[in-house]
């Protein structure tokens, strides 16, 4: 497991050489930090992450394995740059596709683009979109106003404004302000309140993503009365996923006391204590309770206190506050098990899966 941006790809991405079927698996930040708690206490060969002397022995062309060393070489007579526009690369636009094209062949390639639907566009108009469709000018202001409060708060992490900005093109524009010990969307100021520390429970970039979902909802649905509703049925619709997986988890969870989840839950998906978590383990931890507590109306989960779901749209904005939370932290599991209301999410806010 390599970030993206380590030179190692440049020139190892697969394919190889003819008949080569490697393929490479992206994760995110939160899988990436998954897989390395869960693979903590094994020998260091045999954990997927290459740090230390195994990246250096991987830059010398090698690899220890499973007790034995693998010799990881370039393809003979390969290009440094012979897939520099490959699958891995977001970068391709339109115009280097065409690039690729022999002259006689263009028009027919563009009447084939122009007879493609891609949503509600053709597959010509898709291609001439900006390749990172978060960053449009539909989402400038925000981002500039979200980036701006965060820079004058001094956030030195760039991994925190990063989340910041993505949660910004939902299209709300709140100054983010700082709170000394617990984290909160203020409908009064339309603003945000963190702790500064981004190591903080109340400062972490988990945090700053939910509460801009909070900010946007509470925009939203100002105009849009039916929302809480519509939220309510995509909740139902999505229990029966939930129910299953806590069955299969952990049968009886229903019976565990409110006190004892948070460390009942690490330790069936981690194997380890809660407190030993790191940040985004611990936040995604709680986002899975206190999801459940949203979805039950406080009958079931943890985070909140039961008298919180009795507000009529409570319930309603934590789910969207979780959504919002799981897509900016890449967490693609929870929007696939709250499906439902993931897919209200892409909906409402023009964001795509």
Same mark, same amino acid.
């Given at each position: 497991?390599?970030p993206?941006?380590?030179p ?11 008949g080569c079927?490697c ?5 995110t ?5 998954i ?5 903590a206490n ?12 195994r990246l250096?022995?991987l ?7 499973d007790?034995?060393t693998?010799?990881?070489?370039k ?10 526009w ?5 970068r ?12 006689e062949?263009l028009?027919?390639?563009?009447n084939f683009?122009?007879? +493609?639907?891609?949503? =509600?566009k !053709? ?6 979109? *900006?390749?990172?469709?978060?960053h449009?000018? @539909? $989402?400038?202001a925000?981002?500039?106003?979200v980036a ?6 001094g956030f030195?992490?760039?991994? +925190?404004?990063?989340? =910041?900005? !993505?949660a910004a093109?939902?299209?709300?524009? *709140?100054?983010v302000?700082?709170?000394?010990n @617990? $984290?909160?969307?203020?409908s009064a ?7 500064k ?17 909070h900010a946007w ?9 039916? $929302?809480?509703?519509e939220?309510?049925e995509?909740?139902?619709?999505d229990?029966?996923r ?12 229903r ?5 004892n989840?948070?460390e009942?839950f ?12 790191p940040?985004p ?5 709680s986002?899975?309770?206190?999801y ?23 319930p ?16 693609t ?13 892409y ?7």
């Amino acid at each position: 497991m390599l970030p993206k941006t380590d030179p190692f790809w440049r020139d190892h991405y697969p394919p190889w050489e003819w008949g080569c079927r490697c393929r490479v698996r992206p994760v995110t930040d939160t899988e990436a930090e998954i897989i390395r708690v869960r693979e903590a206490n094994l020998p260091p060969e045999n954990q997927s992450t290459i740090e230390g002397p195994r990246l250096q022995r991987l830059r010398t062309g090698h690899l220890e394995r499973d007790g034995r060393t693998w010799t990881i070489a370039k393809a003979p007579g390969r290009p440094i740059d012979d897939f520099a526009w490959s699958p891995a690369d977001l970068r391709i636009t339109a115009q280097d596709i065409e690039a690729r094209i022999p002259p006689e062949d263009l028009p027919a390639w563009r009447n084939f683009t122009r007879s +493609i639907a891609v949503g =509600a566009k !053709t597959l010509e108009k898709w291609l001439e979109e *900006p390749v990172l469709p978060w960053h449009t000018r @539909r $989402a400038g202001a925000a981002i500039d106003t979200v980036a701006a409060s965060m820079r004058r708060l001094g956030f030195a992490d760039k991994r +925190i404004t990063n989340y =910041a900005e !993505t949660a910004a093109t939902l299209g709300v524009a *709140p100054m983010v302000r700082t709170s000394k010990n @617990r $984290a909160f969307y203020q409908s009064a100021t339309k603003s945000v309140h963190i702790a500064k520390n981004p190591n903080d429970w109340y400062g972490a970039r988990q945090t700053i993503a939910h509460e801009l979902g909070h900010a946007w909802l509470d925009q939203y649905a100002s105009p849009n009365p039916d $929302a809480w509703r519509e939220i309510r049925e995509a909740m139902k619709q999505d229990w029966a996923r939930w129910q299953s997986w806590l069955d299969r988890l952990i049968p009886g969870w229903r019976n565990i006391g409110r006190s004892n989840l948070h460390e009942a839950f690490a330790q069936h998906i981690y194997q380890t204590s809660f407190h030993a978590l790191p940040m985004p383990a611990r936040k995604r931890v709680s986002r899975i309770l206190d999801y459940i507590a949203a979805i039950t109306r406080g009958r079931y989960g943890a985070g909140h206190p039961k008298s919180y779901w009795a507000n009529p749209t409570f319930p309603e904005h934590e789910a969207i506050a979780h959504a919002t939370e799981a897509y900016v932290s890449g967490d693609t599991w929870w929007l696939q098990i709250s499906s439902a209301v993931a897919e209200w999410f892409y909906q409402r806010t023009g964001l795509t899966p």
